[in-house]
């Protein structure tokens, strides 16, 4: 695949046009569902039970009946093309069949994060899931028979009013169960931006984009030989819920565009007994996939000793991506499996978001993790903090890293990253504002800082994150990282978050939310005098508010991101229960 760098310097890169298929792509999820299911009958999707241990398997053709099922099923309860419908359900073929079919009868579909427990005691899911409602005009609600009574009870006229259980769903008859037909630049489904604050945003997703960035990922993911996965017999394995746009896409949708073998596990199961995720790629021809918190986790509860006898050898590529990526997590984590016969050069760093339907870039060196300096001259306070490699555009894709003014920058100056190319969303649900504020022309501005060097990109950090302290720009994950070092270990159980907190007289000043085991005062006396220190000589500046919290405390995604914008919330209203210092 050859890369193009235009300009002198200039802060630009371009991926290849997309390698043709002689014998015609399908450009509908539908049709794509159908060819799968003739040319690659013998690969298919598994389901992990709760123990990781045993899965239950369909074919691709069998997944085509059950598609079919459920189209019938939507059609029964009246369901029909350009209703909008939610589904709240965990990783399960209730939910792949439900999604499908919704999206082959030209409904919208929009997966959302299911609640951990029922709803009683708390009304903050339901009231979630009203905004949800909401934003998109949801006419069904497909959710768990432990959840749709209390919605019921509680709310009658509304939620209560359009659930519906699988089991009811289910027993509501069949439909007519033949596909919509449907032109690939129609709308096929709904994304909620991940780790959105404030009102939640819908992504249009249509049939071209999935289909085309599904592909993508398949070019821009090769490895050993340097062939696309498709050609190989390979065993995609992951556990991101399928509400998660890397989920969804770079899991579910990847596999079934190409033909994968895709094992699935829920993230409660993986959470709970990570060794079973790396069990699975056991002498497979494997494919992990996942955030940068799923591998740090792996290093936090895993030993070399529950690895013994594990062959990983055969695993040709680990896509990371989804949130920054730490070159200490990657090493750890290659450090971990020494012995295993699993490869660093296999650790493939990714970057993608839900407006670009997932894939942007790909690290294609196949050299494992490559760190850059972040360049210093900039307007942004930095400590000379490495950031991770992410690679070249994929195909039919453009990026660049554009100033204030929308001008595009040279190499090795940082600004925000934009992107243009099929498979950038063209707006929001039903919102023109938020729109417009994303989409420059055909630009799509990311929010992400960033840079260009050797005809690489790199990722710096969040512009809609970045705290102003003393009129200077200063990175969060800046702040964090030299938390978690002060505290001689950087560990995903024990998670730091920085947020700034406006003074009246002072100005904006640094807060800093720190999970930790220890609970003697002097050991929290003597691990704050050290997380300022640290922070005082990287960054020159200080922290003006420093609370200690029991592990788990800090509110995260599903897939481990935290949510800075909750904790700061929390912060401001005096509800974080902080352990006692003085």
Known sequence: MSLKVTGSGEARLRGPAPIKDPSGSPMTIG??????ALDHGNQGIQIRDRSGRRSDRRNYPELLQWVERYCGHWRAVGLTKGDRVLLCLNT?????????????????????????GGLKGSNHFADRMETFRGVVGASRLLISERMVEDLRKSYPESLGAIALTVEELSKAGQGDQTFEAADPNDLAFLQFTSGSTGTPRAVQISHLMAVRNALNINEGSVFLTGKPVAESKVLHT?????????????????????????SLMNPATFLARPLRYL???????????????????????LSREDLAGLDLSRVGAAMTGSEMIRPETMNAFCDLLEGTGFRREAIQPCYGMAEATLAVTFDRKLEGVRAHPIPQVSEYSLENKEVVCVGVPVPDTEVIIAGPGGNVLREN????????????????????????????????KTGDIGFVADGELYIAGRSKEILVIRGENVMPHEIEWLAE???????????T???????EHSGEEIALVVETHLTEKTDLQRLECSIRSRIGRGLSLPVADLLFVRRGAIPRTSSGKIQRGKIKQLFLEGAIEKLDVD
């Open 92 to 116: 399960s073929w209730e939910f792949i069949g439900a999604w499908l079919g919704a999206i082959c009868i030209g409904a919208y579909p929009v997966a959302i994060a299911p609640a951990v």
């Open 279 to 301: 069990e699975t790629a056991h002498q497979k021809n494997g494919l992990l996939s996942g955030p940068n918190f799923g591998f740090q986790f792996c290093v936090d509860r």
């Open 485 to 495: 070092e002060a505290r001689g270990e950087s560990s995903s159980a024990e998670r």
């Open 413 to 444: 100056e940082l600004g925000e990253v934009q992107v243009r190319g099929p498979s950038v969303f063209s707006g929001y649900y039903d919102n023109e504002e938020s729109s417009r504020q994303a989409l420059r022309e055909e630009w799509l």
């Open 31 to 36: 049709e794509t569902l159908r060819r799968t």
């Open 497 to 503: 978050v920085a947020f700034s907190v406006a003074r």
């Open 238 to 262: 992951a556990w991101l819920p399928m509400h998660h746009d890397m989920g969804l896409i770079g899991c579910l949708m990847f596999s079934l565009c190409c033909g994968l073998e895709l």
